[in-house]
């Protein structure tokens, strides 16, 4: 089981930058995926970007690609996501989620077991 804690989410203007933290503790494996999504009112939660914890291999949406970066910290144990050049389009509920066992890095919500309870990201224009 891991527990996951994100933190960071505010209120931006757009073309301003954020860092997001996602703190996992608990029981944790030699192989798993860290990812965040977002969901905005009255959309399904999409994908956003991936990484997995033992290769450092990343994954991005097309919505994010250049714009967002997605990283570790192992000796916290802390993924972080740092937004630049924000749209008013990237305001949702951040979260991050844990696949526990695996090599890669899913992109599908529904590979997911662990999330956390989610960060608001508000960006003005």
């Known amino acids: 089981q891991v527990q996951l804690v994100e933190s960071g989410g505010g209120l931006v203007q757009a073309g301003d930058s954020l860092r997001l933290s996602c703190a996992a503790s608990g029981r944790t494996f030699s192989s798993y995926a860290l990812g965040w999504f977002r969901q905005a009112p009255g959309k399904e939660r999409e994908f956003v970007a991936a990484i997995n914890w033992n290769s450092g291999v990343t994954n991005y949406a097309d919505s994010v690609k250049g714009r967002f970066t997605i990283s570790r910290d192992n000796a916290k144990n802390t993924v972080y996501l740092q937004m630049n050049s924000l749209k008013p389009e990237d305001t949702a509920v951040y979260y991050c989620?844990?696949?526990?066992?695996?090599?890669?890095?899913?992109?599908?919500?529904?590979?997911?077991?662990?999330w956390g309870q989610g960060t608001q990201v508000t960006v003005s224009s």
């Open positions: 989620a844990a696949n526990p066992s695996t090599w890669g890095t899913p992109t599908k919500r529904g590979l997911y077991h662990n």
